[in-house]
C-alpha cells in the first residue's frame, strides 16, 4: 500500500503532464527545421577559408609524402555522375534524433581532384551525387570531386551542420590549383647561356630539373635521390643566373674541396682563382666569384653573407630545426637571396616539420608554421604548447611541394636514363689532414729521394709501402668526417679500407655516434662473414659495412647498399672492381655510385696514377672490360685543382697524366660484370698483340689475383709475391 499523500499524488500527476506537453512542443519544433531543409535554397557561399586559421584539424593516417603520386584520378564504378552545372541540391531527409555528429577532412589526390574522408552519411551521400563530376572509389571507399568544385561542395554541405563538420582544403592549396602548372611545356627555356660542357653532360631527367628551377626563378629544393646529380643540376641552376654572382655555397665540411672541383668540372670558365673555400674565421673573400663555406662557419659569420644573391645549401636537412643556431643563421640569408637553391635526398628524415623551414627559405609566405602543423603534422595543442610531432594529409603535402618549390626523383623511376655503375673522385677536406705531419712529410721525402737515387726496385717498394701506410694514418680524421655526412644523412653504404688502423679508426667513429655496423676483415671466419653479410642485407637498422679491401672483395653479396665508399686505394685495380661489385651485382635493383676518397700530397698521388696504368693496359690487352665514359668524378688531377698540393704531387702534364685525368672522365657504359668473368681468352680479340714479357706478366697476375681466395687473409699490411712483382713493374717507370 502506497504511503503517498493525496496531495503528493496530485503534484506528481502534474508534474508529469507538463513535461509530455513541453517534449510534444519541443518535437514539433524539430520537425518544423527538418521540413524546411530542400524547400529553401541554401545560403549563400562564403569565400571558403580565406583565413589560414580555418585549416583543418581533422587527419588522415600518415603517409609516405615522398611517394611518388601519377596524377590519375582513382578508379570508380561506372562512368563519373553526368555533369549538370544547373542541378538544385537535394532535399535532403531529416537525420534520425540524437545522430552523434561526425567529423571529416577534404585533400588532394592530384592537382584537379580532391577527396573527402568521412564515415557513411546518407545525407552527406546524397549531396555527394549532386555535385557535377563526382567520383566514388571503392579502392578507398571515398567520394572525390573536381576542384573546380569545392565551393559548390563547401555551400551544398552547410545544412547539416552541425551533425556534419568537414576540413575542407586550405586557401594555399586552393590558390595552387588555381595557377597553372610553370612544368607544362619545357621547351621555352632557353639554357644556352649555361656553360655548354655542364649542358651537354646533364642526363635527360637532369636536363628537366634545371629547367624546374628556371621556371620558378631559381627558388628550388633538388630532393632527389643519392647518387642522382643533384649538384651539376644546381650548378646548372646556378650559372644561368650568373648576373646575380657571386654564388654562395654553403656545404658540411668534408664536402667543400668536392664542390670546388664539382666548378673545375662542370664550369671551366670561373677562374680557379675566382673561388674561395672559407677554413677560418679570418679568411677573407673580397671579389671572389664563388665562396664556399660550411655550416660552423656560416654560423659563425652569418652576417658577412647577407648580400649574396644566389645560394647553394648542400644537404638542407640540416635546417630541419628553426631552434638550432645554424637554422636562425641561415634563413635570414636565404630569404633574402633571389636565388636559392637547396639540396637533400632526404629533406625530412623522421617527420614533415622538419621540412618546414627549408620551405620558408624557398617560400617565405607560403604557410604558417601553426597552418602547417596543423594541416600537415597532426599538430595539437596540450598544456605545454603545440606538438607538431606527428604526420597527415601526406598525399596533398607531396602534390603541392611538387607543384610549387620541390622536385624529386627515385632511382627506380629513372633507372633507364642511369649508367649501371657512377664513379666518383671525393677529394677529402684537407683541414682534417696534417700534411705537416713530420712522420708523413719523412715517408714522402724518402720516397721521391728514391726515384732518383740509384737503389733496388725491392728498396723503392718498401719506401713507397711506408708512404702507403703513414696515409692511412693521416687520412682517417678526414675519412672519419666524410662518413659522419653520410651517417647523419641517413645513408646505407659500404666502407672499403685496407689497413687496420683506418678499418678501425671508421668501426671506432661508428661506435661513438651509435651508429650500428657489421665489420669483415683478415680475422673473420667464413661462418661470420656470411653471418654480417645476411645481417646486412636483411637489417634497416645496419647502416654501414666495413670490410677489407683484400678480405672481403669478393664472395660477398651486399645489393642492400647503393653507395660504395674507398677510404684507401690498392694498386691492383682488378681487387677494387671485385670490391666495387660486392654492391653491384644481379640483385641490385638500382644504380651503385662508388667514391674514392683521396687526399692531395699522401700516397695517393702516387698509387692512383699506378692504378690508371695498370688499367689502361688491361685494356688494351683484352683482359678487362672496366671502361669509363662521362665520368660525373671530380678533376682531382686538373691544374687548378693541384695549386696546393705538396711536393709529393708534383706530377708533369705528361701523356701518363692525361690517362689519369681520362680515368675519371670516363665513366663504364655497360653493366660491369664481376673481374672474374673479365678475364677473356685473348686469342681472339689480342691475337695481334705480341705478348711480351710485360703483358704475359700482367695477365698472370691479374688472373692470379681475382681467382684466388682471399677470405681468410690478414688485413695487416701485407704484399702478397703477385703483389710484389707487379708493384715493382709499376714502379720501374718512375
Not at 375 to 404: F, H, P
Not at 596 to 620: I, R, S
Request: aromatic share 8%; proline share 5%.
Amino acid at each position: 500500500m502506497s504511503s503517498l499523500t493525496e496531495e503528493q499524488r496530485r503534484r506528481i500527476e502534474e508534474n508529469r503532464r507538463r513535461a509530455l506537453e513541453l517534449r510534444a512542443a519541443k518535437s514539433e519544433n524539430n520537425n518544423a527545421t527538418i521540413r524546411s531543409i530542400g524547400q529553401q535554397p541554401p545560403p549563400t557561399p562564403k569565400a571558403p577559408f580565406e583565413n589560414r586559421s580555418n585549416l583543418s584539424t581533422t587527419t588522415t593516417p600518415a603517409q609516405n609524402f615522398y611517394r611518388t603520386t601519377n596524377n590519375v584520378p582513382p578508379k570508380t564504378d561506372g562512368a563519373p555522375t553526368p555533369s549538370t552545372s544547373s542541378r538544385p541540391t537535394p532535399k535532403v531527409p531529416p537525420p534520425p534524433f540524437g545522430t552523434k555528429p561526425i567529423s571529416g577532412v577534404a585533400s588532394l589526390i592530384t592537382r584537379d581532384r580532391f577527396k573527402v574522408d568521412m564515415t557513411f552519411h546518407q545525407q552527406a551521400i546524397a549531396i555527394f551525387k549532386s555535385i557535377s563530376g563526382a567520383q566514388y572509389s571503392p579502392q578507398s571507399k571515398t567520394w572525390n570531386f573536381p576542384v573546380s568544385e569545392h565551393a559548390k561542395l563547401v555551400s551544398s554541405m552547410e545544412c547539416l551542420k552541425p551533425s556534419v563538420a568537414v576540413g575542407w582544403l586550405p586557401s594555399t592549396v586552393l590558390k595552387m590549383c588555381r595557377t597553372s602548372s610553370p612544368q607544362s611545356n619545357n621547351d621555352d627555356v632557353d639554357l644556352s647561356s649555361i656553360d655548354p660542357i655542364l649542358v651537354r653532360a646533364l642526363i635527360p631527367f637532369q636536363k628537366e630539373g634545371v629547367i624546374f628551377g628556371i621556371k620558378r626563378n631559381g627558388r628550388v629544393l633538388i630532393a632527389d635521390d643519392m647518387g642522382l646529380g643533384k649538384t651539376i643540376q644546381a650548378l646548372g641552376i646556378a650559372h644561368y643566373y650568373l648576373e646575380d654572382w657571386p654564388l654562395l655555397i654553403v656545404a658540411p665540411s668534408s664536402m667543400r674541396y668536392k664542390w670546388r672541383e664539382s666548378i673545375f668540372q662542370w664550369l671551366p670558365t670561373i677562374p680557379g682563382g675566382s673561388i674561395t673555400i672559407l677554413e677560418t674565421g679570418k679568411d677573407t673573400f673580397k671579389s671572389s666569384k664563388v665562396v664556399i663555406v660550411s655550416y660552423d662557419l656560416l654560423q659563425r659569420r652569418h652576417e658577412e653573407f647577407s648580400g649574396f644573391k644566389v645560394v647553394i645549401i648542400d644537404e638542407s636537412h640540416h635546417l630541419k630545426n628553426f631552434k638550432t643556431a645554424r637554422t636562425k643563421a641561415a634563413l635570414p640569408i636565404l630569404q633574402n637571396a633571389k636565388r636559392v637553391m637547396l639540396l637533400s635526398g632526404t629533406p625530412a628524415l623522421s617527420r614533415p616539420i622538419e621540412l618546414f623551414p627549408q620551405i620558408t627559405a624557398i617560400s617565405k609566405y607560403m604557410f604558417s608554421m601553426n597552418d602547417f602543423g596543423i594541416r600537415y603534422c597532426n599538430g595539437k595543442k596540450s598544456s605545454y604548447g603545440w606538438d607538431y610531432s606527428g604526420s597527415s594529409n601526406m598525399q596533398e603535402l607531396n602534390i603541392v611541394l611538387a607543384e610549387t618549390i620541390m622536385i624529386r626523383r627515385l632511382k627506380s623511376e629513372v633507372l633507364k636514363e642511369l649508367p649501371p655503375k657512377f664513379r666518383k673522385l671525393v677529394s677529402l677536406d684537407s683541414i682534417h689532414i696534417k700534411l705537416t705531419s713530420r712522420e708523413l712529410q719523412a715517408k714522402a721525402q724518402a720516397f721521391n729521394d728514391g726515384k732518383h737515387l740509384k737503389i733496388g726496385e725491392a728498396e723503392k717498394r718498401k719506401r713507397l709501402l711506408e708512404y702507403y701506410s703513414e696515409s692511412a694514418k693521416v687520412k682517417l680524421p678526414a675519412v672519419s668526417s666524410y662518413i659522419s655526412d653520410l651517417v647523419e644523412a641517413g645513408k646505407k653504404f659500404i666502407c672499403f679500407a685496407h689497413h687496420r688502423t683506418l678499418i678501425d679508426g671508421i668501426c671506432e667513429y661508428l661506435e661513438s655516434v651509435k651508429c650500428k655496423y657489421i665489420r669483415i676483415d683478415g680475422n673473420s671466419s667464413s661462418e661470420d662473414r656470411q653471418y654480417c653479410a645476411d645481417q646486412f642485407q636483411s637489417r634497416d637498422d645496419i647502416r654501414v659495412a666495413v670490410l677489407s679491401i683484400m678480405a672481403a672483395n669478393s664472395g660477398l653479396t651486399l645489393t642492400a647498399a647503393g653507395l660504395v665508399v674507398f677510404a684507401e686505394l690498392y694498386w691492383n685495380p682488378g681487387i677494387l672492381t671485385q670490391a666495387e661489385d660486392r654492391a653491384h651485382r644481379i640483385g641490385q635493383e638500382g644504380s651503385v655510385v662508388v667514391e674514392y676518397l683521396l687526399a692531395k700530397g699522401t700516397a695517393d698521388d702516387v698509387l692512383w696514377p699506378m692504378v690508371q696504368v695498370k688499367l689502361n693496359t688491361l685494356n688494351e690487352a683484352g683482359l678487362s672490360k672496366d671502361n669509363f665514359h662521362d665520368a660525373t668524378a671530380t678533376g682531382y688531377f686538373s691544374s687548378a685543382a693541384m695549386m696546393n698540393t705538396s711536393s709529393s704531387s708534383n706530377l708533369s702534364q705528361t701523356s701518363q697524366q692525361k690517362q689519369i685525368q681520362d680515368y675519371f672522365t670516363k665513366m663504364e657504359s655497360s653493366t660491369s660484370k664481376s673481374t672474374e668473368n673479365n678475364v677473356m681468352d685473348t686469342s681472339s680479340s689480342s691475337s695481334n698483340l705480341s705478348q711480351t714479357g710485360q703483358q704475359k706478366q700482367i695477365k698472370d697476375y691479374f688472373t692470379a689475383s681475382t681467382s684466388k681466395n682471399t677470405e681468410n687473409n690478414d688485413d695487416a699490411f701485407d704484399v702478397s709475391a703477385e703483389d710484389d712483382a707487379i708493384l715493382m713493374q709499376m714502379m720501374a717507370g718512375w
